[in-house]
């Protein structure tokens, strides 16, 4: 290997013959073989999406035999090209069986659509190189890109376009494009030019999309009066949007003013026939075969207005400017007229036909790219067939095209791209006066991004037909706003007028035509349900006393069987279902085959339907009410009792007002069912109840809490629908006071006055006879005509009495009339008699509720007085109640939720001062336990780690008779232990005293102020040993003869001296710095005779460059205090 490429290096220029090139990892076998996909079997049909694919083999023939006799491919020997026809074969399959052909070492081709193609190769890891392919590669995801895209890219257009505005300095112009179905390709064309022109800060005054092939003429006309640059997107062939355009603008003589210019856009791929043709006939200024007999314009004319206009097109250059290029063409054609048949030629092609220019550029590019990569891979040592490897050759490269144009691949696997520019003008080697390529805008080099004009033989030089480009806004503006306020008063007042006018009348449009939907809304059946959308559920009220018993025999009490009922007041299952056999089935909401939720009117206990299978059965004996299954949720079913409705426009009104009645404290309404002589209304279902059932439930226990939320949430109920559309309740009582799942009061049975104004009650007679009528107020029993006919004021102080008595119940709890011994019926009938004059009315008794806060008693007090305009409104009784709900949330759920949050912010804020608290006291602990042992020693036992007795060379003691409780009195100083500090300890130590003594120099005795304290200090310097004594009491002790004679030393001393012993002083002579003074040989008891020695001093400069100097090797020494004098004592 390292031979080869060292005879290849020095060898450059030789053209190499043999037939394998050996690699580390693999031989490479020449001729390299590449499959080209395209449907050449049916190249002239007109279903294939590539008419050229029958110039291929003919074209490839002449490339192949350029690539392999190109001495310039040093490494690279032999190229072979297996077809594969795609009209027989799936593309995606053809793509697959190259893929997986370990022999193939590329492949070219493939479809316009080619993202499965090129899925299929990034996934087997195959190189692909596409011609005409006209993916996005940013839909590639998930593998590694191996394919590379030599077709023009979608934002060739947006730059092109972009150079010539930023050229010229236009900011503001109009968009044309077609408004037919475009392909994925050409729409990615167009929102990559959208988005240059939003990128560069260009002003898009028009976009207009139109039909081709449609008489436009009145909107070239409003386009015109707003810009005066276009920018016309034509894919379509023949250029029908372009001329159709250009020559209206043409016959509104804007052109040939010189004030417009448009850059037009022709798809190559459409249009090609004509825009590569040399006939006179094609090339002329019709844009193409066209005739302008439909246009009024003339031969001049169409010269002034090709003059202020260019068209950009994806198509290749022109032959002339290059040899190579124009050669090439010839030899297609001749091969063409030789009628040479390579595999799957086409030899009907008719000789006239213009063949596909841009698809033979792109593959004899193609071939050239891969042979120069190839080359380059095997010059290096690189496995070609490792896609991963061999990718990198493909990417960020220059391809030197044969039409003489440079092309460049970015780094993402697509060929850049470039633009052809065509303009007018006569050629006298074509013979025609038309549109001709006369530049090329493209990049000019791989990292150069910007764009620049590439010129031809004939090069662009735009002739204007005022020599000048055109501005694109005219001096006054498009509506004359910029030639100053004099000029533009009237036309200011004629928009302003039309404005307001405008506005107006799309206000008034606006409001009839919602009146309109409103009215057509009344006049259908839009609040009908049909009934068999229902499902009937049967359901049992648990809170009944004959329920409680039958629940009691199963859990063994009263308390128990309530207790089960606390989040379930009904169970509810499908027909032929039998209730629960256990307290976990009976206190779930939801059963198999059933839902269990509360009654939502709760009047009448133990309400149900009968086993019966007959669907009409079942909905005729639902008395009062019933509850059922509707689009996947529970609703309850409240009977109306009339045997058929008749729907006048005040009933829908009334209905209509119910379903926009949308309150979180009002009972949603869902509709009707009337199905004669059945009529039921059909709400949404509440979860816990009446606020009756919760009030008869002795086992329940109701706090201040729950009363304030309960009385809070009725009062906002009744509140709304004061103010809304219904305008009042009028049938206000404990029953229909609902309790949804968060415990939230919502109100049920409003509305609908008109309609259950002629309602047939069925009373019940006996006891319970009158029982719906004691929250009734009076004036209301003594109307015999109903509420519907009724007004809204007095129902509403109807309203505010019903309130009073549902107050009085909640706050007593011994129902609406408290202890009252009297029947219903009679109790109604005392309300409804009119009081004598001067006599009490008649009223529950308020020493029920004395209990109950003053301003509660006040308002029910107030709010049930016999005149209807004596008693408060909602808003008064509002705000004598405000202090019930200062503080509360919305319900009793967020009541509780806010409860348990201050609690646990207490919680948290003693748990923070108690581990404050803890803190501290470990602080002081951790001070005392300091100052009783080193601090070495002592953090070992706080880590619970034993401390073991330590043997020290030499540390120095030291003694004085100042009293500690556990050495008489005597205060004892060691240094040196537990962390030594080499010889230092005698310095230090001899230092500590010279600072007590200087200390007590200045200290005054406050009853002895002409006496000094007659301190003896005495130090010796020696081996000890030092450890912890004890466990709950832990001592640092020191043991030794050192510590013996220190004693001695400071027994024996003289008042206000340091008696320092030999062994202490041959240290400090070692130090340095110190001032010793010899006293003589002293007897003491149990050493005999000692020589002994004062400190009188220290040269503090000298401890000071000592310590600093010692400090990096003895880490104690850090914490040593330097003194900044020199201590004599006489």
């Known amino acids: 290997m390292v031979f080869l490429l060292l005879f290849l290096l020095f060898l450059p220029n030789v053209v190499w013959n043999f037939d394998k090139i050996e690699l580390e990892d693999i031989i490479i076998y020449f001729p390299l073989k590449v499959d080209y996909l395209a449907p050449f079997g049916c190249a002239t049909g007109t279903s294939c999406d590539d008419e050229g694919a029958g110039y291929i083999p003919s074209a490839m023939e002449i490339a192949l035999d350029r690539i392999n006799a190109n001495k310039d491919l040093e490494v690279f020997h032999n190229l072979s090209v297996n077809y594969v026809d795609t009209s027989k074969i799936a593309g995606p399959m053809a793509a697959r069986n190259a893929a997986v052909n370990n022999t193939t070492m590329a492949v070219m081709g493939l479809s316009r659509d080619c993202y499965i193609q090129s899925t299929v190769l990034n996934i087997n890891a195959k190189i692909g190189i596409s011609d005409i392919c006209e993916m996005d590669l940013s839909s590639v995801k998930g593998f590694d890109q191996t394919t590379v895209l030599m077709n023009s890219q979608t934002n060739s257009l947006a730059k092109s376009v972009v150079y010539f505005l930023t050229k010229y300095n236009w900011k503001k112009v109009a968009l044309v494009s077609p408004s037919t179905t475009l392909s994925a390709f050409d729409s990615r064309v167009r929102s990559d030019l959208l988005d240059a022109l939003t990128v560069n800060?260009?002003?898009?005054?028009?976009?207009?999309?139109?039909?081709?092939?449609?008489?436009?003429?009145?909107?070239?006309?409003?386009?015109?009066?707003?810009?005066?640059?276009?920018?016309?997107?034509?894919?379509?062939?023949?250029?029908?949007?372009?001329?159709?355009?250009?020559?209206?603008?043409?016959?509104?003589?804007?052109?040939?003013?010189?004030?417009?210019?448009?850059?037009?856009?022709?798809?190559?791929?459409?249009?090609?026939?004509?825009?590569?043709?040399?006939?006179?006939?094609?090339?002329?200024?019709?844009?193409?075969?066209?005739?302008?007999?439909?246009?009024?314009?003339?031969?001049?004319?169409?010269?002034?207005?090709?003059?202020?206009?260019?068209?950009?097109?994806?198509?290749?250059?022109?032959?002339?400017?290059?040899?190579?290029?124009?050669?090439?063409?010839?030899?297609?054609?001749?091969?063409?007229?030789?009628?040479?048949?390579?595999?799957?030629?086409?030899?009907?092609?008719?000789?006239?036909?213009?063949?596909?220019?841009?698809?033979?550029?792109?593959?004899?590019?193609?071939?050239?790219?891969?042979?120069?990569?190839?080359?380059?891979?095997?010059?290096?040592?690189?496995?070609?067939?490792?896609?991963?490897?061999?990718?990198?050759?493909?990417?960020?490269?220059?391809?030197?095209?044969?039409?003489?144009?440079?092309?460049?691949?970015?780094?993402?696997?697509?060929?850049?791209?470039?633009?052809?520019v065509y303009y007018h003008f006569s050629s006298s080697n074509r013979n025609a006066y038309g549109l001709f390529p006369c530049a090329r805008l493209g990049q000019t080099s791989l990292k150069n991004t910007q764009w620049a004009l590439i010129d031809y033989s004939e090069g662009l030089s735009i002739d204007f037909v005022n020599k000048s480009a055109p501005k694109d806004t005219p001096d006054c503006g498009f509506y004359g706003e910029n030639c100053g306020p004099a000029a533009n008063n009237t036309f200011i007042i004629v928009i302003s007028v039309g404005v307001a006018i405008l506005i107006g009348l799309a206000i008034a449009a606006a409001f009839l035509y919602k009146r309109y939907r409103y009215e057509r809304k009344l006049h259908s059946l839009f609040f009908m349900i049909d009934r068999n959308q229902i499902i009937l559920k049967k359901h049992t009220n648990l809170m009944s006393q004959a329920s409680l018993r039958s629940m009691a025999s199963i859990h063994g009490s009263f308390a128990a069987a309530s207790q089960t009922l606390r989040d379930s007041h009904f169970f509810i299952e499908d027909y032929g279902n039998h209730p629960p056999q256990d307290s976990s089935q009976m206190s779930s909401i939801f059963h198999t085959g059933s839902t269990a939720r509360a009654n939502p009117f709760g009047q009448f206990p133990g309400f149900g339907v009968s086993s019966g299978n007959s669907e009409d059965e079942k909905w005729h004996q639902l008395k009062e009410f019933g509850v059922g299954l509707f689009e996947g949720r529970m609703i309850g079913l409240k009977r109306i009792y009339r045997t058929d409705v008749e729907l006048t426009r005040n009933v829908r009104l009334e209905i209509a007002q119910l379903l926009e009645a949308t309150n979180s404290n009002t009972l949603e309404f869902v509709g009707m069912v009337i199905h004669s002589p059945d009529v039921f209304l059909v709400h949404e279902l509440a979860q816990r109840g009446s606020l009756k059932d919760i009030l008869d439930n002795e086992d329940m226990a109701?706090?201040?809490?729950?009363?304030?939320?309960?009385?809070?949430?009725?009062?906002?109920?009744?509140?709304?629908?004061?103010?809304?559309?219904?305008?009042?309740?009028?049938?206000?009582?404990?029953?229909?006071?609902?309790?949804?799942?968060?415990?939230?009061?919502?109100?049920?049975?409003?509305?609908?006055?008109?309609?259950?104004?002629?309602?047939?009650?069925?009373?019940?007679?006996?006891?319970?006879?009158?029982?719906?009528?004691?929250?009734?107020?009076?004036?209301?029993?003594?109307?015999?005509?109903?509420?519907?006919?009724?007004?809204?004021?007095?129902?509403?102080?109807?309203?505010?009495?019903?309130?009073?008595?549902?107050?009085?119940?909640?706050?007593?709890?011994?129902?609406?009339?408290?202890?009252?011994?009297?029947?219903?019926?009679?109790?109604?009938?005392?309300?409804?008699?009119?009081?004598?004059?001067?006599?009490?009315?008649?009223?529950?008794?308020?020493?029920v509720i004395k209990e109950a806060p003053q301003i509660v008693r006040d308002t029910v007090a107030a709010a049930w007085t016999e005149e209807p305009l004596d008693r408060p409104s909602l808003f008064q009784i509002k705000r004598k109640l405000k202090p019930l709900t200062v503080g509360l949330k919305r319900t009793i759920m967020d009541n509780m939720v806010s409860i348990i949050e201050k609690l646990t912010d207490k919680l948290e804020r003693d748990i923070a001062e108690r581990n404050e608290e803890l803190e501290r006291e470990k602080e002081k602990s951790e001070m005392l336990l300091k100052m009783m042992l080193p601090e070495v020693v002592a953090d070992s036992l706080k880590l619970g780690s034993n401390v073991s007795a330590e043997s020290f060379e030499s540390v120095t003691v030291f003694f004085s008779d100042c009293p500690v409780e556990t050495i008489a009195d005597a205060y004892m100083v060691a240094s040196g232990l537990p962390v030594p500090n080499g010889n230092h300890h005698a310095g230090e130590i001899a230092s500590l005293g010279l600072t007590l003594l200087s200390a007590i120099d200045a200290f005054k005795i406050r009853h002895l102020p002409n006496e000094k304290v007659r301190l003896r200090i005495g130090m010796n310097s020696?081996?000890?040993?030092?450890?912890?004594?004890?466990?709950?009491?832990?001592?640092?002790?020191?043991?030794?003869?050192?510590?013996?004679?220190?004693?001695?030393?400071?027994?024996?001393?003289?008042?206000?001296?340091?008696?320092?012993?030999?062994?202490?002083?041959?240290?400090?002579?070692?130090l340095g710095g110190y001032v010793m003074e010899e006293r003589g040989i002293v007897e003491m008891k149990g050493k005999g005779k000692q020589m002994t020695y004062f400190v009188r001093g220290e040269d503090s400069e000298l401890r000071r460059e000592r310590i600093i100097r010692e400090r990096v090797k003895f880490a104690s020494l850090k914490k040593a205090k330097i003194q900044e004098k020199t201590y004599d004592f006489e």
């Open 1022 to 1070: 020696g081996p000890c040993v030092a450890g912890v004594v004890g466990l709950k009491m832990p001592r640092y002790c020191l043991f030794g003869d050192t510590v013996n004679t220190a004693s001695r030393m400071e027994s024996n001393g003289i008042p206000l001296r340091i008696n320092c012993s030999e062994s202490a002083k041959q240290v400090l002579d070692q």
């Open 201 to 420: 800060k260009i002003d898009i005054l028009v976009d207009s999309r139109l039909d081709p092939m449609a008489d436009f003429t009145e909107k070239v006309k409003d386009d015109a009066q707003k810009a005066r640059i276009f920018i016309i997107c034509d894919f379509s062939s023949n250029a029908n949007l372009l001329r159709n355009y250009l020559f209206k603008l043409g016959e509104l003589n804007k052109m040939q003013s010189g004030e417009y210019f448009v850059i037009g856009y022709i798809a190559y791929n459409n249009n090609y026939q004509w825009l590569e043709s040399s006939s006179r006939d094609q090339r002329l200024l019709h844009l193409g075969s066209m005739d302008i007999n439909d246009y009024n314009l003339t031969e001049n004319d169409l010269h002034e207005v090709y003059k202020n206009f260019i068209v950009l097109s994806d198509g290749p250059p022109p032959a002339e400017p290059n040899s190579t290029w124009e050669e090439i063409k010839n030899q297609v054609t001749e091969k063409k007229a030789m009628k040479v048949c390579p595999p799957f030629c086409n030899t009907s092609v008719s000789e006239k036909v213009v063949p596909r220019w841009d698809r033979i550029k792109l593959l004899f590019d193609g071939v050239q790219y891969l042979a120069d990569a190839t080359n380059d891979a095997l010059r290096v040592g690189s496995n070609i067939y490792q896609s991963s490897i061999f990718y990198e050759y493909m990417i960020s490269r220059q391809i030197n095209s044969v039409t003489g144009v440079t092309e460049y691949v970015d780094g993402f696997g697509a060929i850049v791209g470039s633009m052809q």
């Open 702 to 847: 109701l706090d201040d809490v729950f009363r304030s939320q309960m009385t809070k949430d009725i009062i906002a109920g009744l509140e709304y629908l004061h103010s809304s559309p219904i305008g009042c309740h009028g049938r206000l009582k404990s029953t229909n006071c609902l309790i949804d799942g968060r415990w939230m009061v919502r109100l049920s049975s409003f509305g609908l006055r008109e309609m259950r104004s002629e309602e047939e009650w069925q009373r019940e007679e006996g006891v319970q006879e009158g029982k719906d009528d004691l929250w009734t107020a009076p004036e209301l029993l003594r109307w015999s005509t109903g509420l519907g006919q009724c007004g809204h004021l007095l129902v509403q102080k109807a309203d505010v009495y019903s309130l009073s008595i549902v107050l009085y119940e909640l706050f007593g709890r011994l129902g609406p009339w408290g202890d009252e011994p009297m029947e219903p019926r009679e109790i109604v009938s005392c309300v409804k008699r009119l009081p004598s004059s001067g006599k009490k009315v008649f009223r529950p008794d308020l020493a």
